[in-house]
């Protein structure tokens, strides 16, 4: 099933309370229509083969005649913008020279409290776009909010209340509250509170329910606290509840089996990487303990592996492709790190438990990174359904420049101004006849959220 809409979650700190606007994107201006010319050029860049040896040579010279028509209709463009640059000059005062030179000064202002002076890129392509309005508004005083996209049709968002300010999570002990956003009915569920989480979470789907697994691990031994929270689906048949979910709490990832200390790893480490597989497990990894599988239906986990997986994140699984895809993260590193890749991998053959042999790819493509000077930088990929379809997305935040002419001790009183930025990039995957992978890039745009909002999430 395709996806009708994305979902992109826009946080909003002028105020107090944790503000957050739900915007729809429809997926499709992502991605060239089938007989546009631009998408068979990009099929040729991107090395695709064609099926056949006419459609390679169709391909090209379709290519070759949106090439020659954008020349010339540039040539004819700047023939155009000459002629009537010399009747203007030609007709303009000096006086009008001036005021012309003072509006195109404060138009360079302008633009340049925009933008900031970067190094060219792959996203220097991107198409400046417009966000849709909001389709919804959900706000919380005090605390931040967590997303998550549930259900067959990806059209049901969860919302619930994140963990506290660091300074407050000793102390708090609040319930965190939770709704259910249903887009098919446009109608808000409230659903069970719970209490709220002492560290960051990652909320996991499985199907139409949804595992919020801790970022930050701490290994305690002898310790055994059920402390994965799970918002889970009644079975259909059960008699009538309050709610149509509820809250249950799962055992953690047994990171304590391998011990800690002296001999042992550290006590502290992070959630690097996780997936989806299958239609009942979750694969969870940290850096240094390795890989684990929890089968959802029965709450208990197991070691997969004892090397890690090679994605940072969340990896999408494609089941036209019976692959994985995700961003390779060969260094682990958790900091902010883009290097604008985008990998596919087989998680069924992954070793069995004591081999120490790393995942091979089974394709890596470059995709784009962000500007350079970037930072705050995070990639997400969703799975757009069939077709081998996806789009990825990159969250990222610059310095406002100071314009020219503008005294930079005077400018925003010496202090510089971040600014949001989300750039949706539309990619397709498929198969060529030899069975290799190819990938196709098509469209992106550039989303511009200034100094006060923020993108959050695309679900």
């Not at 319930?175 to 409230?190: E, F, K, N």
């Not at 000077?373 to 420049?401: I, M, N, P, W």
Request: contains cysteine.
């Amino acid at each position: 099933m395709s996806r009708r809409f994305l979902y992109m979650v826009v946080g909003n700190c002028s105020f107090a309370p944790s503000s957050y606007t739900l915007h729809r994107i429809n997926p499709s201006h992502l991605f060239y229509p089938k007989d546009s010319p631009k998408r068979a050029a990009a099929a040729v860049a991107a090395g695709a083969k064609a099926t056949t040896m006419e459609a390679a040579e169709s391909a090209e010279r379709t290519r070759m005649k949106a090439m020659r028509t954008a020349e010339e209709a540039e040539r004819a463009r700047k023939k155009t913008m000459w002629e009537a640059e010399a009747a203007e000059r030609a007709r303009m005062t000096p006086m009008r020279a001036a005021e012309a030179a003072r509006r195109a000064r404060k138009k360079a202002i302008r633009a340049a409290m925009r933008q900031r002076a970067m190094k060219p890129t792959m996203a220097d392509d991107a198409e400046n776009a417009r966000l849709p309005a909001a389709h919804m508004n959900f706000s919380s005083p005090g605390v931040v909010m967590d997303f998550g996209l549930i259900g067959q049709s990806k059209d049901k968002i969860v919302v619930v209340d994140g963990a506290p300010p660091e300074y407050a999570r000793d102390v708090c002990d609040a319930p965190a509250r939770a709704v259910l956003y249903d887009d098919a009915s446009h109608s808000v569920r409230a659903q069970p509170s719970i209490r709220l989480p002492q560290c960051e979470t990652v909320p996991v789907a499985v199907g139409d329910n949804l595992y919020f697994m801790d970022e930050e691990v701490e290994v305690v031994p002898n310790k055994s606290d059920k402390n994965l929270r799970a918002l889970i689906r009644y079975p259909a048949g059960e008699p009538d509840h309050d709610s149509d979910w509820f809250w249950y709490f799962f055992l953690r990832p047994p990171y304590d089996a391998i011990g800690t200390g002296e001999n042992g790893p550290e006590r502290r480490d992070m959630l690097g990487a996780y997936a989806v597989v299958g239609e009942s497990h979750i694969w969870a990894s940290t850096r240094i303990r390795g890989t684990f599988s929890m089968d959802t239906a029965s709450g208990t986990w197991s070691r997969v592996s004892l090397s890690p997986l090679p994605f940072r994140g969340r990896a999408e699984y494609a089941p036209e492709l019976g692959l994985w895809f995700g961003f390779p993260n060969d260094e682990w590193q958790y900091e902010s790190r883009d290097s604008g890749l985008l990998g596919a991998w087989d998680l069924n053959s992954v070793k069995p438990v004591g081999a120490s042999v790393p995942l091979q790819a089974s394709g890596v493509w470059k995709v784009f990174g962000a500007p350079s000077g970037s930072f705050d930088v995070r990639s997400q990929l969703v799975h757009l359904g069939d077709g081998g379809r996806f789009c990825v997305a990159k969250l990222y935040q610059t310095d406002e420049l100071v314009p020219p002419g503008a005294c930079s001790h005077c400018y925003n009183d010496g202090t510089s101004n971040e600014i949001s930025f989300a750039v949706l990039t539309g990619i397709e995957v498929g198969r060529c006849d030899g069975g290799e992978l190819r990938m196709v890039k098509h469209r992106s745009c550039k989303y511009s959220f200034g100094e006060y909002s923020f993108p959050r999430d695309v679900l």
